[in-house]
């Protein structure tokens, strides 16, 4: 008996289409059951995003994971859904510690409670991928599963220890910037003085804020444009000292306006408002770097093919 290929290929294209959408409807529900089981967890992490600069960032996390996921969704070969065990693992781990931590197993501070709730729903959100969708689609999706560990709230002695390190880095930088400047400086821990003025990099400047936000650009910048892991490991490296640079800037610049032009710049609008100039300052660096690593990239891979045709003839 003969069979039509069309009418196959159809049967073939409907059986596909049903099945993506049965996926579909078994993510949506895995993510709204997850949403109630943390809802708490989701809440404390929301209230704190909103109300210290320390954890602004988590604001951004998951939508700028959305929007990776939605702009690499053709990337890749389509295949069907495998290694869904891997998914099981993920989901049965996320969903002990959870009942770990709502059985109070373990006895834990707050703010490590929440650190570890919101670990665990990040590993169930990445088990429900590869329970729906596959291993494969978790591996090409790995950079955007992986930037959602951002959403992560910091235990406080952590983001003290990142805070008071920013402080230190940024009064040693700006000392060597008056230094630079032929300006008399020293510096006593934190606090740098100049002549006629004492300046103390307070928890208010070390730019906690603006440092995370950095961050999270250059680590979104090395995904959309590098391709070999040497540049994007490069650019990412660069995060930590501009972040420190850029305070050093600001600390430097509202000094030196304070001290030679009007003393209303240590009080005033630039001071208290106008980190948003430094970091975008910061940013375009960071873009030009990337830039620059592409171009390299290009030379490199150039290069390379250049060496094999000569080797091949």
Request: glycine share 6%; aromatic share 8%; charged share 15%.
């Amino acid at each position: 008996m003969m069979h039509d290929p069309a009418v196959i290929e159809s049967s073939e294209v409907q059986s596909a289409s049903r099945g993506n959408r049965t996926n579909y409807l078994a993510f949506s529900a895995l993510i709204t059951l997850s949403v109630g089981l943390w809802w708490r967890s989701l809440a404390a992490t929301l209230r704190l995003a909103l109300g210290s600069d320390a954890y602004t960032y988590i604001l951004l996390v998951v939508p700028l994971s959305a929007a990776l996921v939605y702009f690499e969704r053709h990337k890749g070969s389509a295949r069907p859904p495998t290694g869904k065990w891997a998914g099981w693992v993920l989901l049965t781990v996320g969903l002990l510690v959870r009942l770990t931590t709502l059985l109070k197993i373990i006895h834990l501070s707050a703010g490590n409670t929440l650190c570890l709730n919101m670990l665990a729903l990040w590993i169930s959100w990445i088990g429900s991928v590869v329970l729906c969708f596959g291993i494969h689609t978790g591996r090409r999706q790995v950079f955007a599963l992986c930037f959602l560990v951002l959403m992560v709230p910091l235990p406080d002695s952590v983001v003290n220890w990142i805070t008071e390190s920013l402080q230190y880095q940024s009064a040693v930088t700006a000392t060597q910037l008056f230094h630079a400047a032929r300006v008399p400086a020293t510096r006593d821990g934190i606090i740098v003085s100049i002549p006629g003025l004492d300046l103390e990099v307070a928890r208010e400047c070390s730019s906690i804020r603006s440092s995370t936000l950095l961050v999270i650009v250059t680590l979104v910048f090395a995904r959309l444009f590098l391709h070999s892991w040497w540049t994007k490991a490069i650019l990412c490296a660069t995060a930590i000292p501009l972040a420190i640079f850029k305070n050093a800037v600001r600390i430097f610049t509202i000094a030196e306006l304070g001290t030679r032009v009007d003393p209303a710049y240590l009080n005033g609008h630039l001071h208290h408002d106008g980190g948003v100039i430094f970091f975008a300052f910061t940013v375009v660096i960071t873009l030009v770097v990337a830039m620059a690593l592409r171009k390299a990239e290009g030379t490199r891979v150039a290069a390379n093919k250049k060496t094999r045709l000569m080797r091949g003839g």
